[in-house]
């Protein structure tokens, strides 16, 4: 599914390009449409899965076209962890760039300051505000946070709030909000405790659920911590080894797919390059090339990662990692196929670590460390959280 499909501001879909998002993530697809027919919504869904783009892109949307109180908050977005608070309010930030939707996160742990901005901007009011429920609480009992006007209320990784003892605190975080409003809830499992939480606060709500796929077994997968610079040179060595008879390299953008694949064959691997800029007669050619071992390296943007019918393929590389879980798994699940094993490699640069951690969590377990040869010289070393650096926004 396309997300001009749905119908969303112009402005939205700008955001939506501009973060390099394509097509719609399953969960995407999913709750987007209830969510814009105004419905409550309770979603099993996991981190990694788009779940965050899933409720701010209609929410957005129905901020810039529906009834709108000014000089109010008009979401609350109730979330158990500051780093998911950061994360969202980065999320709104991008998806929203092309808009004047204001918004801040509120979240506890910071200096004084940090408080008498988020003072000053829930006095005032703002579009949409993240917090996590203790740091909101202090800002209720004082009595000045705006929310009268209040419309919409998404409560986040609520299985985690629940299970950080955040009940009583969100219980009473809602007896500020008016009745009239429109609430989703996320959370990756759905204990008893949970239906107990969602009964009391959604309305005929639907149910969605998005399960998961595991990748095979078989799959023997690694993650190698580089520099952006090693990238290509590691690539590069693990491709001439020889070991491998037919792989896929897959690149997030299609603009470093052509970029690597012209490195590739300057440094004389038989290399095809698959993408949406081709047409459909010459991404079938080197297609047809790759299954007859004209070639033996494909390298490929995420279009190749679903209902592509190659077999045999015995190494994936992920030359970025992927944006989303999903990805992740259907770009593995491009070897091993067919009860064979197969091999899968990720280079996760410096950036992209706190991604990659995403990924393992939604995986369930790490993903083995791969050791980087000592002539590449000295690599990161796997740090997620240290990448995650305190900030909050503000627009307007
Ligand atoms: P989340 O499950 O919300 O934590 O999202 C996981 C990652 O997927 C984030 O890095 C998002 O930016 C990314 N993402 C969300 N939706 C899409 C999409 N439709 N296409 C590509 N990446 C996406």
Redesign the pocket.
């Known amino acids: 599914m396309k997300?001009i499909d749905l119908g969303l501001d112009q402005r939205i879909l700008d955001g939506?390009d501009a973060?390099?998002?394509?097509?719609?993530?399953p969960?995407?697809q999913q709750v987007m449409v209830p969510i814009l027919e105004g419905k409550d919504i309770i979603a099993a869904?996991?981190?990694?899965?788009?779940?965050?783009?899933?409720f701010l892109l209609p929410l957005l949307h129905r901020l810039l076209t529906s009834e709108h109180t000014a000089g109010d908050i008009n979401a609350l977005i109730i979330v158990p962890t500051r780093e998911l608070a950061i994360?969202?309010a980065e999320?709104i930030e991008?998806l929203s760039y092309f808009t004047d939707v204001s918004s801040i996160a509120v979240y506890g742990g910071g200096n004084g300051s940090s408080f008498v901005t988020e003072k000053k901007a829930l006095t005032s009011g703002v579009d949409i505000v993240v917090c996590t429920p203790g740091r909101m609480i202090a800002h209720l009992n004082m009595g000045y946070v705006k929310l009268k006007g209040l419309k919409y209320l998404v409560l986040d990784e609520a299985d985690r709030m629940l299970d950080m003892g955040f009940n009583d605190d969100i219980a009473k975080i809602i007896t500020y909000l008016p009745v009239q409003r429109q609430n989703l809830l996320f959370s990756a499992t759905m204990p008893a405790k949970m239906r107990v939480l969602a009964k009391k606060i959604l309305q005929h709500p639907i149910e969605i659920n998005i399960a998961i796929s595991k990748p095979p077994e078989q799959i023997i997968q690694k993650a190698f911590m580089v520099y952006e610079a090693q990238k290509v040179p590691v690539i590069i060595d693990m491709l001439s080894s020889n070991r491998y008879t037919k792989v896929i390299v897959f690149c997030?953008k299609k603009a470093n797919v052509k970029q690597l694949a012209s490195k590739l064959l300057h440094a004389k691997l038989a290399v095809a390059e698959i993408h949406s800029d081709l047409d459909q007669k010459s991404r079938e050619q080197f297609l047809q090339d790759f299954r007859n071992q004209k070639t033996n390296i494909l390298v490929a943007t995420?279009i190749l990662s679903r209902g592509i019918d190659i077999d045999d393929i015995d190494l994936v590389i992920n030359f970025d990692v992927?944006?989303?879980?999903e990805?992740y798994i259907h770009r593995i699940g491009r070897t091993a196929r067919a009860a064979t094993s197969g091999t899968a490699f990720t280079l996760v640069g410096e950036k992209e670590q706190s991604?990659f951690a995403?990924i393992e969590e939604?995986l369930g377990a790490p993903v083995i460390k791969g050791i980087v040869p000592d002539m590449f010289g000295p690599t990161p070393t796997y740090a997620p959280r240290a990448n995650n650096a305190r900030k909050f926004t503000r627009k307007r």
């Open positions: 997300f939506i973060m390099g998002y394509e097509t719609a993530t969960v995407q869904a996991q981190t990694g899965t788009g779940k965050t783009a899933a994360q969202i999320s991008g997030s995420d992927p944006n989303d879980g990805d991604k995403e939604l």
